[in-house]
Nanobody, 123 residues
């Protein structure tokens, strides 16, 4: 059983940057595809980015491509989401997710989830 704990969220002005971290425990981190999703009240959780086990493959949602970067450090059991040029539309709770399968955009494929971290972007 993998446990995931996100951190790094907060309040930032539009145009600013934040880096989210997600630390995993209870499993072999390098064996898991990792991903970030986000959710705002009243909306479905949406895919943000995913990274393969050894970081050779990354996927991004069109809305964040060129602004967000997903990365991982398998020695530290940590996946990151570097967010730049933030927009008010990026305001959401950001969730880290893990799965033993290949990186995909469908949240139904991910078996393990963190509790989320709030990101608020002010205009």
């Amino acid at each position: 059983q993998v446990q995931l704990v996100e951190s790094g969220g907060g309040l930032v002005q539009a145009g600013g940057s934040l880096r989210l971290s997600c630390v995993a425990s209870g499993g072999t981190f390098s064996g898991y595809t990792m991903a970030w999703f986000r959710q705002t009240p009243g909306k479905e959780r949406e895919f943000v980015a995913a990274i393969s086990r050894v970081a050779t493959i990354t996927y991004y949602a069109e809305s964040v491509k060129g602004r967000f970067t997903i990365s991982r450090d398998n020695a530290k059991n940590t996946v990151y989401l570097q967010m730049s040029s933030l927009e008010p539309e990026d305001t959401a709770v950001y969730y880290c997710a893990a799965d033993l399968g290949p990186p995909v955009r469908d949240q139904r494929n991910y078996d393990y989830w963190g509790q989320g971290t709030q990101v608020t972007v002010s205009s």
